[in-house]
């Protein structure tokens, strides 16, 4: 592994000789490197992002990677049918543990609603939860098509907190990225005296992405940033229709 001094004269380096060089472990332009705040949690919840092609190949925003980076329980993996996913099906066949489909329905378990000893109870000794990662329509199709995942109970909770992601259209006002929901549900696991973690800072490299696409956008002339981008930031308020959504799934209407 390189070291942080090393690592930080490399990251340094990249952006004198080209700004939009991406690092190495958060694949962000060297120049908005997001790895110093970085803060890895150690969770007894493995949480498995199940990330869309597109999501993997063209989202520079994303947010699973990050919420990835933030947990030291955690994987992605890449695909959209997972029926067949060997890893997949590892997991879902290991014995003495239990799998959850994070996702939006009825007769799911509220996190948000139950007692400690329920969540206790219904998370088990081995809890391994996944997550869809990628747009709406994407998360749907990928549920879809894989009926290994259509098995799973699923959980769920009660949002009433508006996203952070102001750079991004939404479904919908409560929507929520990847790593906003997995602060949630390690929140809420917390309360149920299930999780010990501290997630004070799991936010902040998310909060200094959304901090540094601002900077952008409001000072497009920035010689490191180069973009076409109106000087005007109006929030994302204004929600897509189904067709155009491009945010994670987190609320269903």
Same mark, same amino acid.
């Given at each position: 592994?390189?070291? $942080? ?5 490399? %990251? =340094?380096?990249? +952006?004198? /000789? ?15 490197? @997001? ?27 994303g947010t ?17 049918? !997972? ?6 099906? &590892? @997991? ?17 378990? %509220? ?6 000893? &329920? ?5 088990? $000794?081995? *809890? ?8 709406? *329509? ?9 009926? #290994?995942?259509?098995?799973?109970k699923r959980?769920?909770? $009660? #949002? ?5 992601? @102001?750079?991004?259209?939404? *479904? +919908? ?14 929140? =809420? ?11 004070? #800072?799991?936010?902040?490299?998310? /909060?200094?992405?959304? &901090? ?10 920035? &010689?490191?940033?180069?973009? #076409? ?12 229709? $189904? ?5 994670? !799934?987190?609320?269903?209407g």
């Open positions: 592994m390189v070291s $942080d001094p090393i690592k930080k004269t490399f %990251n =340094l380096q990249l +952006e004198i /000789e080209n700004p939009r060089i991406k690092c190495y472990k958060c694949l962000r332009p060297a120049s908005t490197c @997001i790895c110093k705040h970085i803060s890895p949690l150690h969770t007894k919840t493995r949480f498995i992002i199940l990330m869309h092609p597109m999501e993997y190949n063209k989202e520079k925003n699973g990677r990050m919420t990835n980076l933030q947990l030291e329980n955690s994987e992605i993996i890449v695909g959209v049918d !997972f029926t067949d996913n060997k890893r997949v099906n &590892e @997991i879902l066949n290991k014995e003495n543990s239990s799998s959850f489909l994070l996702y939006p329905g009825k007769d799911n378990f %509220n996190l948000s609603t139950r007692e400690s000893s &329920e969540i206790i109870l219904f998370m088990g $000794d081995d *809890p391994h939860i996944f997550l869809l990662d990628g747009t709406w *329509p994407c998360a749907r199709k990928m549920l879809k098509m894989s009926k #290994n995942l259509q098995k799973l959980v769920s909770f $009660d #949002n009433k907190i508006k996203s952070k992601f @102001i750079i991004k259209q939404q *479904p +919908e006002a409560l929507c929520l990225s990847t790593i906003e929901s997995v602060f949630t549900v390690l929140n =809420l696991l917390k309360k149920g005296d299930f999780e010990q973690c501290n997630t004070e #800072n799991f936010l902040l490299p998310f /909060e200094k992405m959304i &901090e540094h696409q601002l900077e952008f956008i409001l000072h497009p002339d920035n &010689e490191s940033y180069h973009s #076409n981008a109106n000087r005007e930031y109006i929030p994302k308020n204004m929600y897509k229709k $189904d067709s155009e959504r491009n945010i994670f !799934f987190e609320q269903e």
